[in-house]
């Protein structure tokens, strides 16, 4: 019986070993040229100054420096407390819980 599997992974290898050889002799699909770039002057660098005033001045600009970070920071952990609460609250929920423990 141990002959007989071995035999099969002697054979499931060689085909695996055969398949792999033929489809590496293979070619590849006719692929058409790259098109070429288009041409002009390379795109302008910007001094990082000018990068952070448009950072600054973006549209979440406000959103972002409305608040100070603290207070933003203790409004989500309030939304989070609220949020970790029952999801079905009221009797309809606590004979729901009830009857899962009873089928625990």
């Known amino acids: ?11 499931g290898s060689f085909a695996l070993v055969l398949v792999l050889g033929v489809a590496g002799c293979a070619t590849g699909p006719d692929m058409p040229a790259r098109p070429p770039q288009a041409g002009g002057p390379a795109p302008a660098l910007l001094p ?3 990068v952070l005033r448009q950072t600054e001045d973006g549209p ?31 009797p309809q929920g606590e004979s729901m819980r009830a009857a899962g423990a009873a089928l625990r």
């Open 1 to 11: 019986m141990a002959t007989y599997r071995f035999e099969r992974k002697v054979r």
């Open 48 to 50: 990082i100054t000018e």
């Open 60 to 90: 979440n600009a406000t959103l972002l420096t409305a608040t100070a970070p603290d207070d933003r920071a203790n409004a989500l952990r309030a939304r989070a407390a609220r949020l970790r609460g029952p999801v079905i609250a009221g």
